[in-house]
């Protein structure tokens, strides 16, 4: 009997132990329905009605899709450096052997030339290089003429991405100048052609202040700059426009641009054979000095340019007769704190010092100058671009008379340059025209020699130029 009896028992564990291997079996093969993930709440891990133990679950698909577009965005990149490999190789190590056989000239080497559709039958502007990010190119587009007036795009390229820009914003008139602030590198300010300056964001999604129609420019603004912040910790910059005004623009928080005007640009008409006293200017150009941050030029149509300061609106500190027709650009150096370069329609680039009101060098090139730009790593280089079609490179401190490198940049044979600037960090420049096209440009080591200077202090770089100015001072101004 105890035999059956423990028989009994065997029989039973065996089934015991068939159902729970059955039961782990069927839990193996079951699912877990996953929570719905298109809400923001809790999810209890147990089916009991009352958790202590919850999960939270915070999901958008707007993140999926960033997180698409950003690996998209850097394989396009890669995509695009592996096929241009060659000019991404020169972008950063060019190096011209044949500079070797030149004596003291240099080159040119072209790179990438960015283009597109949508702004067809547009000029190229205003252009910048962005402060923050080196491989960024910053175009406006419009057009000069005022029977051609029509709306503008603001389009930003990357040196990364050849094949589309990063970025399009329509603006509903031409714009004629950009400034990249110096610290938030979203933020730019833009002069348009109708009058009004815009301050909007560069991200994904712009947004744009437009100041009141009350007491703003009445002509087209053909520059803004940024300034220092007001006493409340306010962002604002100041504009110049061919109606003859300066103003202050302070932004609010409201979304409102507050204008206060600076000054009127007039002079004397009596020396021009008028009964008028005073003579409205028309602005075109201005810039700030480096170091006194209440000192600005203000270069006019009239070929007139003025020192000025941000403490008097009455008066001018110094005013230079520069030119025969309308000053394009009026730029400080970088390094010394006395010099300033300006350029003209009437042919001549001329360079000043500003405690002097007769010019320390004068280029004739006999063909209207559009823009010149001081190169960022040496007191004595300059470039300029002509209104034929040409770049020159000048370096004071190798020849005072001719220019290192002169090169056709020209992209179509009708098309004209309209602006040219330096890059910060490399010995590029960017080149635009009237066509739409913004083409960027390797100098060659002779042409770029200065660069190296550079990492001895700008101590070394000023006091380069302040050799040039004590040449220019004990002889006769330097005309080419």
Request: net charge negative; charged share 25%.
């Amino acid at each position: 009997m105890n035999d059956t009896l423990r028989e009994h028992e065997q029989q039973e564990g065996k089934e015991q132990d068939g159902e729970d291997v059955q039961k782990d079996e069927e839990r193996a093969t079951q699912v877990e329905t996953a929570p719905k993930a298109d809400f923001c709440g809790t999810v209890n891990k147990d089916d009991s009605p009352v958790s202590d133990h919850t999960t939270y679950y915070s999901y958008s698909k707007s993140d999926d899709l960033s997180n698409i577009k950003r690996a998209a965005k850097i394989i396009e990149r890669v995509v695009n450096m592996n096929n241009s490999e060659e000019i991404a190789q020169d972008y950063r190590y060019f190096e011209d052997a044949s500079d070797d056989f030149r004596g003291t000239a240099g080159t040119l080497l072209p790179l990438w030339s960015f283009y597109n559709e949508k702004v067809k039958n547009m000029a190229v502007t205003a252009l910048c290089w962005n402060l923050h990010y080196e491989d960024l190119i910053v175009a406006g587009y419009g057009s000069f003429d005022s029977k051609r007036e029509s709306d503008g795009i603001l389009i930003l390229y990357s040196l990364k991405n050849q094949s589309f820009p990063e970025a399009m914003f329509p603006i509903e008139s031409g714009v004629l100048s950009i400034d990249i602030h110096p610290t938030f590198a979203h933020l730019a300010v833009l002069g348009c052609y109708d009058g009004f300056p815009i301050v909007m964001s560069l991200q994904n999604e712009p947004t744009s202040q437009y100041a009141s129609k009350r007491g703003v420019h009445r002509d087209p603004v053909w520059q803004v700059k940024w300034q220092q912040n007001d006493m409340d910790d306010r962002l604002r910059f100041l504009s110049v426009s061919s109606d003859g005004q300066v103003v202050y623009w302070t932004m609010r928080k409201n979304a409102a641009l507050i204008p206060v005007q600076v000054m009127q640009l007039t002079h004397d008409g009596s020396d021009v054979g008028l009964d008028a006293q005073y003579l409205s200017d028309r602005g075109t150009t201005i810039d700030f000095h480096r170091e006194m941050a209440d000192i600005f030029l203000v270069g006019t149509k009239e070929g007139m340019i003025y020192k000025c300061s941000t403490m008097y609106n009455t008066q001018y500190l110094e005013s230079f007769s520069a030119h025969n027709m309308a000053v394009e650009v009026v730029r400080w150096n970088y390094f010394h704190p006395n010099v300033f370069i300006s350029c003209s329609a009437d042919y001549s680039i001329k360079i000043w010092d500003h405690t002097s009101r007769i010019p320390l060098f004068v280029f004739n090139l006999w063909v209207p100058i559009v823009d010149v730009v001081w190169a960022p790593y040496s007191s004595t280089v300059f470039a300029a671009a002509t209104g034929d079609g040409k770049v020159l490179v000048f370096d004071l401190a190798v020849n005072k008379y001719e220019a290192l490198c002169q090169q056709f940049v020209l992209t179509h044979k009708k098309s004209k340059l309209t602006h040219l600037v330096f890059s910060l960090s490399w010995p590029v420049i960017a080149v635009g025209d009237d066509r739409g096209y913004v083409t960027t440009f390797k100098l060659s080591p002779k042409a770029s020699r200065a660069q190296l200077e550079i990492t001895q202090g700008p101590k070394a770089v000023t006091e380069k130029m302040e050799k040039l100015l004590i040449f220019a001072k004990t002889t006769t101004p330097h005309s080419k």
